[in-house]
């Protein structure tokens, strides 16, 4: 990194925007001279590069939240801005800060590439990487600090920050990455090694899963073998019943009890054939009991009809007459007494009349009618008897029957089909309980089956997260191999590192310090002077302010050194810039001079800030010819004189006055000098 | 370690002399190989996210050791 120019704008007493700085880049005049009297902004202008790239300030530097000038607040102005242009691997760069009133800070990096400026991504990071933040306070250099940097314990934070700028970044960041990804795997080995347990637990599970299941299994098929069983019991129970009667009981019971209706009801037809028979007789009865004597009537009338004697063959008018004229017709003498006499009176009553010839008429009627209503009756009386044999006949067949039915149901043994029934029962229960049992066996199973499923599947994932486990051991194995490698190869280059920047700063002391000591830097490159025998030395003020100034400059020369290292493992080595705020205040003119010396040869770029009391004769000498740039500080005040100093420097013979009184305002301008 | 030894070695470097040179490991070619993903993430064109960067080495590695499974 080459720092090109800083631009301030309204940065504390840098009132404006006029305020900017080119920084020497020549490789030979390689220093940039800012001088300033005290109060005028040399700590301002070193904590505004600091702010800039890192939104920090040096611990001395006061009111720090009064960044803002106050001549432009003044104006009712709300910000400031700082930006620095800086060169970093033939590229160029503009950093810039800006301050709101808000007290919120946007930092902002653009890489210019010529009129184009792109904004670089995490910025923060960026700067880190070139001078890492932790070494600011080094590079960054408040020399009337060093009191303090020198109370400090460096710490892992300074080694890690000297372990950048020696280029182990890269294989710093792939070592974290390396044991981020090893986490990340053992992580997954750890809870992979979780479900091993879990594994275990359902391979039991499994295992008393399969027990249950043969258990059973073994019930389910002697639950089949008892419903079989039942099966053929109530089968026998219903042959048995079968052959026990063929036919049912019950069924028996109510053919018996139909017979005994239909017998009952035959009966009442037979009843009532009878009373008709009866009603019929009785209907007929005369002409039953008259049958004979109409016949024999007739057969009289027809015999006597034949005989002529019916009706008789005189007329009894005719007798009458004879007898009353006492005459028969043969002419004899009819006297009573005698016999003619008794024989003629005896012929009147068989002789015709109407009345003899009408109950003859009537006889015959009667005895015809008699002869003709006996055909009707026995008609009648043969449809009775025809219908009553027919009912007669299926009274027989019934009674037949029934006899039957009740020879057979007296022959069916009732306890035997009550038991036979009771068993047919029990069978059937047992059927249908074992079926309800092969039911719930069958989902028990069924479940059981399920779950077994599920378990292999797991198992099966789990086989292949064994793969898994032992695929993650052999990464792991191998990732720790490759950290290890890369750590063993930094702390290698960190230890050449050590030796090579504790070497340029014993260089530097034997040179210059006027003791004999050496450096010795401690693991987390902590420099401590040390006696030949190992023991430290008590360092003045002065002595501690070159001892930082030799080992910063040392190590800045030892990464430009690197420059053009195009290593596997580290990053090229860079320019770093050395901006110093008196860097000869503490030192004595032999140490100015030394430090004037030694600084520009280590260094690509110095930028030293100087009040009048750190520039002497010695050191102008020393670095006069390597001043590639040179400013000077004015200070406007808005208030009258007074007695107050002008400051004045005078500079290659011409005269500067650094305090300018009744200027309106109060703000810090620089002026470069040529 | 005796001087015919030292001798040997010598006379062995003298006529191999390529022994001398650096020879790689497999161990080193990965990391090699994981500092260009890095320099690639961080310095290059490819500088984004961590997470990016991270699995970028991951997948290298995935890639490195299936082939060195097979």
Not at chain 1, 26 to 54: Q, S
Request: one cysteine or more; a neutral charge.
């Amino acid at each position: 990194m080459l720092l090109q120019k800083l631009k301030l704008v309204n940065f504390r007493q840098f009132y404006g925007d006029t305020t900017e700085i080119e920084f020497s880049t020549d490789n030979i005049k390689n220093i940039t001279l800012i001088h300033g009297e005290n109060g005028l902004g040399k700590t301002t202008l070193l904590n505004a590069i600091l702010w800039c790239l890192y939104e920090k300030l040096t611990p001395d530097f006061e009111q720090q939240d009064e960044l803002i000038s106050l001549q432009a607040i003044k104006e009712g102005k709300r910000d400031c801005r700082v930006e620095l242009s800086f060169e970093y691997e033939s590229k160029f760069y503009l950093a810039q800060r800006n301050l709101h009133n808000s007290g919120q800070s946007v930092f902002k990096l653009f890489q210019i590439d010529s009129c184009n400026h792109s904004e670089v991504p995490n910025n923060t990071a960026f700067i880190n990487n070139i001078l890492p933040k932790d070494m600011a306070e080094y590079f960054f250099f408040h020399g009337e600090g060093v009191s303090n940097i020198n109370k400090k314990q460096p710490g892992e934070k300074f080694r890690l920050a000297i372990r950048a700028i020696l280029g182990f970044n890269l294989a710093e960041t792939a070592i974290e990455d390396l044991k981020d990804i090893n986490k990340g795997w053992t992580k997954e080995l750890a809870e992979l090694k979780n479900v091993s347990k879990e594994q275990s637990e359902l391979i039991i599970k499994k295992s008393n899963n399969e027990d249950r299941l043969a258990k059973l299994e073994s019930i389910l098929v002697q639950l089949k073998a008892d419903k079989e069983l039942h099966n053929d019991n109530l089968e026998d129970v219903l042959v048995a019943l079968r052959n026990h009667s063929n036919v049912n009981a019950n069924e028996l019971q109510h053919q018996v009890d139909d017979l005994t209706r239909r017998n009952i009801s035959v009966n009442n037809k037979i009843l009532a054939t009878k009373i008709e028979k009866q009603c019929l007789i009785k209907k007929y009865g005369f002409v039953i009991f008259g049958q004979k004597l109409a016949r024999q009537a007739l057969d009289f009338i027809d015999e006597q009809s034949l005989k002529a004697k019916l009706p008789a063959p005189y007329d009894r008018s005719l007798v009458t007459d004879l007898v009353e004229h006492g005459f028969c017709i043969c002419g004899r003498e009819l006297k009573k007494g005698t016999a003619e006499f008794e024989k003629v009176t005896g012929m009147i009553e068989k002789s015709d009349n109407p009345v003899i010839r009408d109950k003859l008429k009537k006889s015959t009627a009667c005895g015809s009618n008699i002869k003709s209503r006996m055909g009707d009756f026995l008609a009648e009386l043969a449809s009775i008897d025809r219908r009553f044999s027919e009912q007669d006949l299926e009274k027989r067949d019934i009674e037949a029957e029934l006899a039957d039915k009740k020879k057979a149901f007296s022959e069916i043994k009732v306890d035997e089909i009550q038991v036979l029934e009771n068993q047919k029962a029990a069978c059937q229960n047992k059927i249908s309980s074992t079926d309800r049992d092969i039911g719930t066996q069958n989902r028990n199973v069924e479940m059981i089956r399920i779950d077994l499923q599920n378990i292999d599947a797991k198992l099966k994932r789990f086989g292949a997260e064994d793969v898994r486990i032992s695929r993650l051991s052999k990464f792991q194995s191998f990732t720790e191999d490759l950290i290890t490698l890369c750590a063993t190869k930094l702390d290698q280059y960190e230890a050449e590192s050590k030796i090579t920047i504790a070497n340029k700063v014993n260089q530097t002391l034997q040179e210059f310090s006027r003791k004999d000591f050496k450096v010795r830097l401690g693991e987390d490159f902590g420099f401590h002077l040390v006696r030949e025998d190992g023991k430290p030395v008590a360092k003045s003020k002065g002595e501690n302010l070159l001892l930082n100034l030799s080992f910063v400059s040392a190590l800045i020369e030892f990464a430009q050194m690197r420059k053009g290292a195009s290593g596997d493992f580290l990053v090229s080595g860079t320019t770093a810039p050395f901006v110093i705020d008196a860097p000869f205040g503490e030192l004595d003119n032999t140490y100015k001079r030394a430090t004037a010396e030694f600084l520009p040869k280590r260094s690509r770029q110095l930028i030293f800030l100087l009040s009048s009391s750190h520039w002497s004769g010695d050191v102008d000498e020393t670095i006069k010819n390597k001043i590639g740039s040179e400013y000077i500080l004015i200070s406007h005040k808005s208030t009258p004189q007074n007695d107050k100093p002008e400051d004045r420097l005078s500079i290659d013979g011409r005269e500067y006055v650094q305090s300018l009184y009744n200027q309106g305002k109060d703000a810090t301008f620089v002026e470069r000098i040529k | 370690m005796d001087i015919n030894e030292i001798m040997m070695m010598l006379t062995e470097i003298s006529e191999h002399p390529e022994i001398l040179a650096d020879t790689d490991t497999k161990m080193e070619r990965v990391l090699k190989e994981i500092i260009k993903i890095e320099r690639r993430y961080l310095y290059g064109m490819d500088s984004t996210s961590t997470a990016r960067r991270k699995k970028a080495i991951l997948d290298f590695l995935n890639e490195e050791f299936s082939t060195k499974e097979q």
